[in-house]
């Protein structure tokens, strides 16, 4: 969906913002507003048609709720052999 291009140059991608919120632990009434205006997006563009929209409403509750939760602000250390 992308957002206006104003919006992405001035204030980030959705990169941006991932790593902006991974890391900080639970934040349910962030969390909560983030689904509802995602939800608002779907609507406004027009992708309201089932099943589609309820798979990408659950995608984003569960990449909201509990992966971006999971990441720490620690650097990713990898196993090399």
Known sequence: ???PRTYSENYGDESS???MHSGNGKHEE???RAI?????????SGLTFE???QVLHDYFVW???TALAR???QPTTYLTE
């Open 63 to 65: 990449a909201t709720t």
């Open 51 to 53: 099943p589609l929209r």
């Open 71 to 73: 990441y720490t602000s």
């Open 30 to 32: 962030m969390d909560h």
């Open 36 to 44: 509802v205006c995602f939800d608002r997006a779907l609507e406004d």
């Open 1 to 3: 969906m992308g957002g």
């Open 17 to 19: 913002v991932v790593r």
